[in-house]
């Protein structure tokens, strides 16, 4: 599909005729939030959490939501209908609108709403078997992760850092502490536990958080929502990461250190296994 249809402000059209004006704020400033909403067999999957998590980051920076649930799911249904593809990467984008260029909020402005959607890319079978390497960097984003924005350029350095180092991902740590990957929430296992940082400011709680919450629940593993050193990350067991992208994905060496034994654990094995359920209820 060349030229697939894409949704900005009321209407469907071609993505290259898809145009914004210059004094966008989203443009200027960088003022919007995002969601990524992964599509298994033409379904949404767990959309309403995706939704709001949309929700509570555009409450977060003061732009009103233009659409109320059943408005953005019928929007979402509209682009994904037009797309040949059964799995699909959902991207829907919402900056506080155009408007003359000054910092502050503008008063009366209209916000643009733009939905995409893409054949959503998982890895390889091949990469699954024998897992990724990271690198670790420090976080110097700024204080507010916990919210979607679209002003990512802390996450591109960070990803820009690991392709450098030829890694999938970098593992960020803030004074010692582990927070998050540029675009995955990160996990450590040792001694059976499952453990991840707290929900808080200091990363994007994804929404792939709830659902380990729900399958470590149901099989039995102890999870631990708690501050992890960067220590404890080079000695566990297992090292995971999770995003909409990557599903659950095993980290076997950091910084050209092993993890554990070097090859995805069990721990790995039995969380992508019932992830794989959940995607096909």
Same mark, same amino acid.
């Given at each position: 599909?060349?030229?697939?249809?894409?949704?900005?402000?009321?209407?469907?059209?071609?993505?290259?005729?898809?145009?914004?004006?210059?004094?966008?704020?989203?443009?200027?400033?960088?003022?919007?939030?995002?969601?990524?909403?992964?599509?298994?067999?033409?379904?949404?999957?767990?959309?309403?959490?995706?939704?709001?998590?949309?929700?509570?980051?555009?409450?977060?920076?003061?732009?009103?939501?233009?659409?109320?649930?059943?408005?953005? %799911?019928?929007?979402?249904?509209?682009?994904?209908?037009?797309?040949?593809?059964?799995?699909?990467?959902?991207?829907?984008?919402?900056?506080?609108?155009?408007?003359?260029?000054?910092?502050?909020?503008?008063?009366?402005?209209?916000?643009?709403?733009?939905?995409?959607?893409?054949?959503?890319?998982?890895?390889?079978?091949?990469?699954?078997?024998?897992?990724?390497?990271?690198?670790?960097?420090?976080?110097?984003?700024?204080?507010?992760?916990?919210?979607?924005?679209?002003? %990512?350029?802390?996450?591109?350095?960070?990803?820009?850092?690991?392709?450098?180092?030829?890694?999938?991902?970098?593992?960020?740590?803030?004074?010692?502490?582990?927070?998050?990957?540029?675009?995955?929430?990160?996990?450590?296992?040792?001694?059976?536990?499952?453990?991840?940082?707290?929900?808080?400011?200091?990363? %994007?709680?994804?929404?792939?958080?709830? %659902?380990?919450?729900?399958?470590?629940?149901?099989?039995?593993?102890?999870?631990?929502?708690?501050?992890?050193?960067?220590?404890?990350?080079?000695?566990?067991?297992?090292?995971?990461?999770?995003?909409?992208?990557?599903?659950?994905?095993?980290?076997?060496?950091?910084?050209?250190?092993?993890?554990?034994?070097?090859?995805?654990?069990?721990?790995?094995?039995?969380?992508?296994?019932?992830?794989?359920?959940?995607?096909?209820?």
């Amino acid at each position: 599909m060349n030229d697939p249809l894409v949704y900005l402000n009321g209407s469907l059209t071609p993505l290259s005729d898809a145009k914004i004006p210059v004094l966008d704020r989203g443009f200027i400033f960088g003022d919007g939030i995002y969601e990524v909403i992964p599509v298994y067999g033409r379904k949404m999957f767990r959309a309403d959490q995706h939704l709001a998590r949309l929700f509570r980051s555009l409450a977060a920076i003061g732009i009103p939501n233009p659409h109320d649930r059943a408005s953005w %799911l019928a929007l979402i249904a509209q682009v994904m209908d037009a797309h040949p593809a059964d799995d699909q990467m959902v991207y829907l984008q919402v900056t506080r609108g155009v408007a003359k260029r000054a910092h502050a909020f503008p008063q009366e402005v209209v916000p643009t709403v733009f939905i995409m959607t893409n054949p959503i890319v998982l890895p390889s079978d091949a990469v699954r078997a024998k897992g990724v390497t990271c690198v670790s960097m420090e976080d110097k984003r700024w204080l507010r992760c916990e919210i979607k924005s679209i002003s %990512l350029l802390g996450n591109v350095l960070a990803a820009q850092n690991a392709a450098e180092h030829g890694a999938t991902e970098s593992i960020q740590f803030r004074d010692g502490f582990l927070t998050e990957a540029s675009a995955s929430n990160v996990w450590i296992v040792k001694g059976g536990v499952l453990s991840g940082p707290p929900k808080d400011n200091l990363i %994007l709680e994804g929404i792939r958080y709830g %659902l380990i919450e729900e399958l470590c629940a149901a099989n039995g593993i102890d999870l631990q929502a708690r501050k992890i050193t960067r220590e404890e990350v080079f000695a566990a067991d297992e090292v995971l990461l999770s995003s909409a992208t990557k599903e659950v994905l095993a980290v076997v060496k950091l910084d050209e250190q092993t993890i554990g034994k070097g090859v995805p654990g069990p721990i790995y094995q039995t969380l992508y296994a019932a992830y794989q359920l959940a995607k096909a209820a």
